[in-house]
């Protein structure tokens, strides 16, 4: 999965279930990007997103 497909993906999660979601392209370092999910905060990385990092993402934001 790419960045770009994770990022779609909570964004449709978000707006189905009303909560917050921004992408902060200016606040991580280099390529990362800094996500907020309902309030919760945390910097993906660039280019393909293996399944066990898209995981790790997802229990960081609180939704797995």
Request: net charge positive; proline share 2%; charged share 35%.
């Amino acid at each position: 999965m790419k960045r770009e497909q994770l990022i779609r993906e909570l964004r449709k999660l978000a707006s189905e279930t009303g909560k917050t979601f921004e992408v902060f392209e200016n606040k991580g370092k280099g390529s990362h990007y800094r996500i907020m999910y309902d309030g919760r905060f945390t910097t993906v990385k660039s280019g393909e997103l293996t399944p066990g990092y898209v995981r790790l993402i997802k229990k960081q934001l609180g939704i797995a």
